[in-house]
């Protein structure tokens, strides 16, 4: 089974662009796809995106996801930063043959 | 507009059970496999179980394998976890959470607002 591993905390400001990386430990990352989910402070998660770089109806296009192969990592990226993106981020992935589900830790982030 | 709204979460002493309820709407829910993921108070998401859209595929985390029993009741609209031989380790905000397909797909699209379960004597 593998680990994916995020930042603790990220903190940008309003406006700017910031990235939130998840390195999986073992495996490729593109074996099985990575989705991003927005966890606003005494809320529930929602899905931001799926399938590496789908975007649910709904969340704005200034939320984009991407994979490296090189680095066995998936990224999300959020531009023209606002309040309401502080949250924190949690990416998820899984092995369908085991199964086997995985979160990300969870990324802290912080708009000032 | 996609509800899921849990219940049956309490306050249980330690090796006692507790059965989960979640109600959907909004959907089509026999369409849909269904999931019950967790959040221990401050703590990351973990995935519990998940149900393909006619019961026909279970499938459990290691962690609650052979303790906990997912189901649902398409006629009903309705998803449940049954939890056996409960442990301080299993207290967690528990959500229902909707596949994005039928067949189980591993991800979720929708998360219900959860029911808290805490497990103390």
């Known amino acids: 089974n593998f680990m994916l591993t995020q930042p603790h905390s990220v903190s940008e400001s309003p406006g700017k662009t910031v990235t939130i990386s998840c390195s999986c430990s073992?495996?490729?990352?593109?074996?099985?796809?990575v989705q991003w989910y927005q966890q606003r402070p005494g809320s529930s998660p929602t899905t931001v995106i799926y399938e590496d770089n789908q975007r649910p109806s709904g969340v704005p296009d200034r939320f984009s996801g991407s994979i490296d192969s090189s680095s066995n990592s998936a990224s999300l990226t959020i531009s023209g930063l606002k309040t309401e993106d502080e949250a924190d981020y949690y990416c998820q992935s899984y092995d369908s043959s085991n199964p086997f589900v995985v979160f990300g830790g969870g990324t802290k982030l912080t708009v000032l | 507009e996609v509800q899921l709204v849990e219940s049956g979460g309490g306050l249980v002493q330690p090796g006692r059970s507790l059965r989960l309820s979640c109600a959907a709407s909004?959907?089509?829910?026999?369409?849909?496999?269904m999931h019950w993921v967790r959040q221990p108070p401050g703590k990351g998401l973990e995935w519990v179980s998940g149900?393909?859209?006619?019961?026909?595929?279970?499938d459990y985390a290691d962690s609650v394998k052979g303790r906990f029993t997912i189901s649902r009741d398409n006629a009903k609209n309705s998803l449940y976890l049954q939890m056996n031989s409960l442990r301080t380790e299993d207290m967690a905000l528990y959500y229902c959470?909707?596949?994005?397909?039928?067949?189980?797909?591993?991800?979720?699209?929708?998360w219900g607002r959860g029911t808290l379960v805490t497990v103390s004597s």
């Open positions: 073992s495996g490729s990352i593109a074996s099985n796809y």
């Open positions: 909004g959907f089509t829910f026999d369409d849909y496999a």
């Open positions: 959470a909707k596949d994005f397909y039928g067949v189980l797909r591993y991800y979720f699209d929708y």
């Open positions: 149900i393909s859209w006619n019961s026909d595929t279970l």
